[in-house]
């Protein structure tokens, strides 16, 4: 299974980026997608997340700024942001929970959780 996450770039404050990743490769189905960043010097945190039932969830930080959503058939992840400031600088990573064949056949020497390389966000001031 492979993420491939794009969208990131350069952008002032105030603006606005789209994030998208795809997932795949053997994919059974998909239970939940969602983004993580780490900042320079921090761990990586989840930013937002949405599951199979379309619930998502986010970090306070982002809420009403940032929105999740899914495109089932595509197997993929957007994660829409606005009015972005500096301290989203970060490297965002796509993860995504996968059931592969082997794991809906109750073999789970399958990975559950997989991860995009990241995507470059600098927000300048």
């Known amino acids: 299974v492979q993420l491939q996450a794009s ?5 002032q404050a ?3 980026l789209k ?7 053997k994919i059974f189905s998909i239970n939940s997608m969602g983004w993580y960043r780490q900042a ?5 945190e989840l930013v937002a997340d949405i599951n199979s039932g379309g619930n998502w969830r986010y970090d306070d ?7 999740i959503s899914r495109d089932r058939p ?11 400031k500096p301290e989203d600088t970060a490297v965002y990573y796509c993860n995504a929970e996968v059931v592969t064949p082997a794991r809906a056949m109750g ?15 600098t927000v300048s001031s």
């Open 107 to 121: 073999d789970l020497s399958d990975p559950s959780h997989y991860w995009g390389r990241g995507t470059l966000v």
């Open 40 to 44: 320079p010097g921090k761990q990586r």
């Open 74 to 84: 595509k197997n993929a992840v957007y994660l829409e942001m606005n009015s972005l």
């Open 19 to 25: 994030l998208s990743c795809i997932a795949s490769g």
């Open 7 to 11: 969208g990131g770039g350069l952008v």
């Open 14 to 16: 105030g603006g606005s």
């Open 61 to 67: 930080s982002v809420k009403d700024r940032f929105t």
